[in-house]
């Protein structure tokens, strides 16, 4: 998965920002140490001033006597340890202190990128997302069969409805499976309640995990997006629309919840449409029924989202009654 630059941008401003930090706190510690013990300026003044001498030298000074810098430089790094140690300091006091040791605050290793940039690329891409505090508890392992009825059939299919869930979670899971290697789209609809919702939290925890950059709307929130940006010209708004076309996977979820017209209906054709062009994975989970849907919506964007996602249906009983039920709520 590829960053865009604007989120490159972001994690190596956060990086300057972290290597300004220790920075400032390292010349602070020094400033502080030195004024308690003025004898350890004096030792990085007769450093300088050996490395110069030698230097000198080295371009063919014949009024100096030569000698090893090395050595010298040892002897008084000795003496600037001694001191630190003597006044109570750790021997690193005046050495940088780096967040992360291995790529020393850059994000890079050996021109890879360290194990702390994939955790802030991974971090920066959670915040993003807009569930963040939502997918903590989201994981396929966690989507349960047993809220779905096995008396319960799925006329169209045969199935029943605990058959469908295990339909659903097994596409879903190869949907992130198959995710660098083939485009897909999903459309989950059913019943209010049946973990259509949940679901599209487990894929969206799980691409995160790997990565990839996921952003999560309902239906309300994207169509309002839309309206801010298309009535607004800002940098700010402009980048949002970008990131909604070209993030890795875009969910929308509870369509049919928003106030549908004639933009909206423009709008959400033009971005199911655009990302499919672009090759952008979306996952769409609904309420409505599939006529409901193209009614609402028109036949040409029924067409194309038919063409071009998978279709997965979810029935059974509302599981958050159930949950209240068998909690004794």
């Not at 709008?267 to 449409?273: A, K, P, T």
């Not at 006529?291 to 038919?306: A, I, L, Q, W």
């Amino acid at each position: 998965m590829a960053l865009q630059n604007s989120q490159y941008d972001a994690l190596m401003r956060y990086y300057q920002r972290l290597q300004f930090r220790n920075k400032h706190e390292q010349d602070a510690r020094i400033a502080e140490a030195q004024a308690r013990i003025p004898r350890l300026a004096l030792i990085d003044q007769e450093i300088a001033a050996i490395s110069v001498k030698k230097a000198r030298i080295l371009l063919g000074d014949k009024n100096a006597t030569d000698f090893d810098l090395n050595e010298q430089i040892q002897a008084l790094s000795r003496e600037r340890t001694d001191l630190l140690k003597a006044n109570g300091y750790p021997e690193d006091y005046l050495k940088m202190h780096y967040t992360c040791p291995l790529c020393q605050d850059t994000g890079y290793v050996d021109n890879r990128k360290c194990i702390c940039f994939r955790r802030a690329i991974s971090e920066h891409l959670y915040t993003q997302s807009n569930i963040r505090e939502l997918l903590k508890t989201a994981s396929f392992d966690a989507f349960s069969l047993d809220y779905y009825p096995e008396d319960m059939v799925n006329e169209a299919t045969g199935q029943t409805a605990r058959q469908s869930a295990a339909t659903a979670l097994q596409r879903s899971k190869d949907f992130v499976q198959n995710f660098d290697h083939s485009f897909e789209n999903l459309f989950i609809y059913g019943d209010t309640g049946v973990g259509k919702t949940f679901l599209t939290y487990c894929i969206a925890k799980e691409l995160l995990d790997s990565m990839h950059s996921v952003i999560y709307y309902s239906a309300f929130d994207l169509f309002d997006a839309f309206a801010r940006n298309t009535f607004s010209n800002s940098d700010t708004t402009e980048g949002e629309n970008d990131y909604i076309l070209n993030c890795d996977l875009l969910i929308i979820d509870d369509l049919g919840t928003e106030l549908t017209n004639s933009f909206v209906a423009s709008q959400f054709f033009l971005c199911i449409n655009e990302r499919i062009l672009r090759k952008k994975s979306t996952v769409i989970s609904t309420n409505l029924t599939l006529g409901s849907f193209m009614d609402t919506y028109s036949e040409r964007v029924f067409s194309r989202v038919s063409s071009n996602y998978t279709m997965i249906k979810l029935i059974g009983k509302d599981i958050r009654i159930q949950k209240k039920i068998l909690g004794g709520n």
